[in-house]
Nanobody, 127 residues
Framework: QVHLVESGGGSVQAGGSLTLSCAHSGTADKSTCMAWFRQAPGKQREGVANIHSDDDRANYLNSVKGRFTISQDSAKHTLFLHINDLKFEDSGMYYC????????????????????WGQGTQVTVSS
């Protein structure tokens, strides 16, 4: 069973930076697509980045490219999302998601492809 726990959210001023973490278990020795999603109040959850567990290939939502960086420490079973130049529209609940797979390419940034989810960590961007 895959278990995901996010941390690192908080209140940050616009223009600032933040790094979110996701500690995961149950993924050892498995090819896994790890992803970050976010959901703002009243909006649908959207995928912002994902990464292939085996080779660090990453994909990003176009609107966050250049400001968001997804990375992982495989030895520590931890996924990261570093966000630079935070904007008001980055506010929301950020979720870590995972899907074990056997293919060579990570799944799209669509929540329907991911079976495992964390409880989320809140990011609030203020002036």
């Amino acid at each position: 069973q895959v278990h995901l726990v996010e941390s690192g959210g908080g209140s940050v001023q616009a223009g600032g930076s933040l790094t979110l973490s996701c500690a995961h278990s149950g993924t050892a020795d498995k090819s896994t697509c790890m992803a970050w999603f976010r959901q703002a109040p009243g909006k649908q959850r959207e995928g912002v980045a994902n990464i292939h567990s085996d080779d660090d290939r990453a994909n990003y939502l176009n609107s966050v490219k250049g400001r968001f960086t997804i990375s992982q420490d495989s030895a520590k079973h931890t996924l990261f999302l570093h966000i630079n130049d935070l904007k008001f529209e980055d506010s929301g609940m950020y979720y870590c998601a995972a899907q074990v797979f056997t293919g060579g390419v990570c799944y799209p940034l669509d929540e329907r492809y991911y079976s495992y989810w964390g409880q989320g960590t809140q990011v609030t961007v203020s002036s």
